[in-house]
């Protein structure tokens, strides 16, 4: 059994209850390790490292904090393959996935933020000849972040990164279902030589160590991404007390594919827009809009391309999807499977549970899954599933397409396929969303603003804006004499 520690005050210590929750690897259902049962009192501790290590750490020159997160960032480099291994026994993602993207995605995170801060410039203004006018920017203090299961280290790196970049002290909580991968990185920042205090990890649910991040009164900024009903929670809790929030929450993102499309790159990259990480991607393109010229066209190569795709072995580099991260987000995903054949729906293509042989015959496996027949505001439509399952609605106008593909809560994300330059701007400005690929997915730019509109959240992560959320603005008037 493998057990976690919590990292508080630069040390890896059990959690004050001596209690554990079990960690289970989905790719076959077992349990392989126990993770701190953590709660308020183990909260307090780390804040209260984090409190005094801020004075310090807040003063540290850039350089110097530049440096000992590139550090971090090398030692990831250089553990590449066992952090790799981790993420996909802990998630159920592919190990080649991991390897290739999750953990180069999080080196690259603290080496951004940790050379952004030696470039940053700030406002200056003179003021009619009267008066010269200029900006600081600060460190807020303790930052509280809260990361999800779906994409572990590469999510939480993308919040602890800017925070401490930017000069703050951090209390984090990486998801309990998937934590091991926060816990090999705090073996790492006691290996840089991160100071003590400056990031401390606190394991356990939400209810007890989430909850008590977010209403801790010395943790004056929040930065959460995961479902919209825990965000709705944690801005009830952080709002009256006035902390800085930023929400990254749910999505139901279109993908919309337009006759004049390159087919062959469209079909491509729509099949791993749907079914990266066994679907569970914020960023997903779950609802496909095919213009009707080529919906049949389209239906029958996608359908063939997705029965071609293999549910196996994570650690198998042949297998393209791995298990779902949990039994019980398999049941809600297979429930929503059912759901769109009540809805009216036909399964064009999976809709059903993948039972492995061997150690894997427990694991949580479902085929690729592709419905078409649905209204395009039904249940099955409008609300997340967060898995492998896609819908498929044709559409004849630009119109239509734009109403069907704005009528959900939420607005995180779209991908547009067309070969005509106006019409890409066009529906890009009219898709009510945060983000909006053309011709392409999930290609991403770290200096670009990160986030979504409606029920998809509050603010902007990534680049300038990221290190902007973790400082807080001065203005300094010096009267000229």
């Known amino acids: 059994m493998e057990r976690i520690l919590n990292y508080i005050n630069g040390q890896l210590v059990e959690p004050v209850s001596k209690s554990y929750l079990e960690n289970i690897d989905p790719s076959r259902g077992k349990v392989y390790g126990e993770i701190p049962d953590s709660d308020e009192r183990d909260v307090q501790l780390a804040t209260q490292a984090a409190k005094d290590a801020f004075s310090i750490w807040a003063a540290t020159p850039r350089e110097e904090r530049s440096r000992l997160i590139l550090k971090v960032a090398d030692l ?120 003590k205090g400056v990031l401390n990890i606190v394991h356990g649910l939400g209810p007890k160590v989430g909850q008590a991040i977010s209403e801790h009164p ?81 239906k029958l190569a996608l359908i063939e391309k997705t029965n071609a795709l293999k549910v196996g072995d994570p650690a198998d580099e042949h297998s393209n999807l791995g298990a779902i991260v949990s039994e019980g987000h398999m ?7 059912d759901l769109a054949k009540s809805e009216g729906g036909t399964v064009l293509a999976g809709g059903k549970q993948v039972i492995l042989e061997g150690e894997l015959s427990e694991g949580y496996y479902i085929r690729p899954t592709i419905i078409e027949g649905l209204s395009y505001d039904c249940r099955t439509n409008q609300e997340e599933i967060f898995g492998p399952v896609i819908t498929l609605t044709p559409f004849d106008t630009d119109e239509e397409v734009l109403a069907m593909g704005n009528s959900t809560q939420y607005g995180l994300a779209a991908t547009v396929w067309t ?63």
């Open 331 to 337: 049941k809600k995903v297979l429930s929503y499977i």
């Open 218 to 298: 010395d943790i004056p900024l929040i930065s959460f991404t995961g479902g919209t009903a825990t965000g709705k929670q944690i801005a009830a809790t952080a709002a009256p007390m006035f902390k800085k929030l930023s929400l990254e929450l749910g999505g139901k993102n279109p993908n919309i594919i337009f006759a004049d499309c390159n087919f062959e790159e469209a079909l491509k990259t729509t099949v791993h827009s749907s079914f990266a990480n066994q679907g569970q991607i914020c960023l997903c393109g779950s609802r496909v809009f095919i213009e009707r010229p080529i919906y049949e066209k389209f």
């Open 76 to 195: 990831i480099d250089a553990n590449l393959e066992k952090l790799a291994k981790a993420e996909s026994k802990d998630n159920g993602k592919p190990v080649k996935l991991a390897t290739r993207v999750d953990i180069p995605r999080a080196s690259s995170n603290f080496r951004f933020f940790a050379t952004a801060i030696l470039h940053e410039s700030t406002e200056a203004h003179q003021t009619d000849g009267l008066a010269f006018n200029y900006t600081e920017r600060s460190p807020v203090g303790v930052a509280g972040c809260i990361s999800p299961w779906n994409l572990p280290l590469y999510l939480f790196t993308w919040k602890i990164a800017p925070a401490l970049a930017a000069g703050n002290t951090v209390v984090a909580k990486p998801s309990e279902i998937t934590p091991m991968t926060a816990f090999l990185l705090s073996e790492l920042c006691i290996e840089a030589g991160l100071p």
């Open 419 to 481: 070969s005509n330059l106006n019409r890409a701007h066009s529906v890009s400005s009219k898709l009510n969303s945060g983000i909006v690929w053309v011709n392409c997915w999930l290609l991403r730019d770290l200096r670009t603003p990160f986030g979504g509109v409606k029920n998809s959240g509050v603010g902007r992560e990534g680049g300038w804006d990221a290190l902007q959320f973790f400082s807080q603005k001065k203005n300094v008037c010096i009267k000229l004499l």
